[in-house]
């Protein structure tokens, strides 16, 4: 679903969590370099550096693709905090050897900010795997508009459904042990639910590797080491 930002609607931000952002963003953006890889397909996009989350008071956000539902409150946003709308399109960044969000801005009070967008987004994702650049030229309202129809028509990139359903498994296990911590277990039990979120804590760097990886090999090894860690659980349930 890269077309469909990762928040749907303005309104949901008040349940959307910084955490839940963080987690599916570097996703979404490879989503939409599938389709948005030069100036003439760009998507509409809203970013704010000082987001306001369920869980955070201020934060780096960034919603882009079909955006219809965010025309409204971009445009009033944009130029009352420290945010920014247009355009934006995904390039492999050869030199710098990572994704790169390129924003042809429209309007807002973070236009020729760069370097505060820049220090936002590292709160977020390493650069070693996305940065961002604000293209220069002259990007109009008219513009926006035509890509943004242009978008609106567009078919959706199908999600990595068995991707998505161990990433839910692992938040799922997660929460289940955080539970388990807090009651009353004895020594033996309290080792099991140690070693278990060790497990965890593996799968969720070995899952974010995974989402930043492009190499064939790199992607069967480390699906490899996925699956083994889930095997272990998989077959104690089982038996």
């Known amino acids: 679903m890269s077309l469909k930002p990762l928040c749907l609607t303005p309104e949901q931000l008040?349940?959307?969590?910084?955490?839940?952002?963080?987690?599916?963003?570097?996703?979404?953006?490879?989503?939409?370099?599938?389709?948005?890889?030069?100036?003439?397909?760009?998507?509409?996009?809203?970013?704010?550096?000082?987001?306001k989350f369920a869980d955070a008071e201020s934060e780096f956000f960034m919603v882009f693709g079909k955006l219809s539902k965010w025309k409204k409150y971009a445009k009033e946003q944009a130029m009352k905090t420290l945010a920014l709308r247009g355009m934006c399109y995904v390039t492999l960044d050869t030199e710098k050897k990572c994704l790169m969000l390129n924003l042809m801005p429209v309007a807002g009070k973070l236009k020729t900010k760069e370097n505060l967008i820049t220090k936002a987004l590292k709160t977020v994702i390493a650069q070693s795997r996305c940065q961002i650049q604000i293209l220069k030229g002259e990007f109009t309202e008219a513009m926006m508009e035509k890509l943004a129809t242009a978008t609106e028509a567009m078919e959706d990139v199908a999600?990595?459904?068995?991707?998505?359903?161990?990433?839910?498994?692992?938040?799922?296990?997660?929460?289940?042990?955080?539970?388990?911590?807090?009651?009353?277990?004895?020594?033996?039990?309290?080792?099991?639910?140690?070693?278990?979120?060790?497990?965890?804590?593996?799968?969720?760097?070995?899952l974010e590797e995974l989402a930043a990886a492009d190499d064939a090999e790199e992607i069967i090894a480390l699906d490899k080491k996925i699956k083994t860690i889930f095997a272990k659980y998989v077959s104690k349930k089982q038996g």
Do not use: R, W
Request: proline share 2%; aromatic share 8%; glycine share 2%.
């Open 14 to 51: 008040n349940s959307f969590t910084y955490k839940e952002f963080k987690s599916k963003f570097f996703k979404a953006v490879k989503k939409l370099a599938k389709k948005h890889d030069k100036q003439d397909v760009a998507a509409p996009f809203y970013l704010c550096t000082t987001q």
């Open 159 to 206: 999600d990595d459904d068995e991707a998505d359903a161990m990433e839910n498994t692992v938040s799922k296990m997660a929460a289940k042990i955080e539970a388990a911590k807090k009651a009353g277990l004895t020594p033996d039990e309290l080792k099991l639910v140690e070693a278990m979120a060790a497990d965890i804590e593996k799968l969720e760097n070995l």
